[in-house]
Structures are given as structure tokens and as C-alpha cells.
Nanobody, 125 residues
Framework: QLQLVESGGGLVQPGGSLRLSCAAS????????IGWFRQAPGKEREGVSC????????LYKDSVKGRFTISRDNAKNTVYLQMNSLKPEDTAVYYC??????????????????WGQGTQVTVSS
């Protein structure tokens, strides 16, 4: 069964850092683009960052540029989101998602076919 599992969320103070992981099972990530999305209470799910199948191309939501870094290790079948300088407005459930792709990228949730369960990130003093 194709499955994505997020981990690494938690409670962190403003200015702190977290590293989220997205581990895939049932398929290899070599031919999948991976996106990170987040959804705060009462808000629409929004794209945070995405990375193409090879890791050669990335996209970021404007508000996280310079603070977040997406990366992948296909040998470990895992994608990461390094989150630095966290702000209270980053608080949300974070999801990773995948779609089969040779190159293309998208921050649109509807583009993605496979989703993890999500991991809670709370930024609060």
C-alpha cells in the first residue's frame, strides 16, 4: 500500500527550528514530486514547498522563503522540511503529499494524489 508518514512536529518557541520528515513506503520516491502543505484552523490548506523527483527544482511559498528548506534523500525514500526562524503564524498541521512526475512542480493541493496523516506544528512562547 502506498503510504506517506510525517514526523518531527511538536511545540517550539518563536525563532526556533523543527525538521519534518516524510517517509514513503509501498513505492519509491524517484519518480514523484513531493509537496509540503499546511492547514491552520479555519483556513484553507496551502502549499508550503515542493520538490521535483530528482531534487533539482523547488518552490516555496513567499512567506517561508529564506526560512524553510525542502530536501530529499531518495536512497532513504524520505523528504525533509527544515523549518527555521519559526513564527506563530506557522502553526498548523503539516502534510506531505506526492504525485507521479518526471519534473513538474505544483503548490496546488489538487495536483497531489497521495497524502500523509499530518503532523502538528505549534509555535508559541
Amino acid at each position: 500500500q502506498l503510504q506517506l508518514v510525517e514526523s518531527g512536529g511538536g511545540l517550539v518557541q518563536p525563532g526556533g527550528s523543527l525538521r519534518l520528515s516524510c517517509a514513503a513506503s509501498g513505492f519509491t520516491l524517484d519518480y514523484y514530486a513531493i509537496g509540503w502543505f499546511r492547514q491552520a484552523p479555519g483556513k484553507e490548506r496551502e502549499g508550503v514547498s515542493c520538490i521535483n523527483n530528482s531534487g533539482s527544482s523547488t518552490l516555496y511559498k513567499d512567506s517561508v522563503k529564506g526560512r524553510f528548506t525542502i530536501s530529499r534523500d531518495n536512497a532513504k525514500n524520505t523528504v525533509y522540511l527544515q523549518m527555521n526562524s519559526l513564527k506563530p503564524e506557522d502553526t498548523a498541521v503539516y502534510y506531505c503529499a506526492a504525485f507521479r512526475s518526471l519534473f513538474s512542480l505544483s503548490l496546488r493541493p489538487n495536483r497531489y494524489d497521495y497524502w500523509g496523516q499530518g503532523t502538528q506544528v505549534t509555535v508559541s512562547s
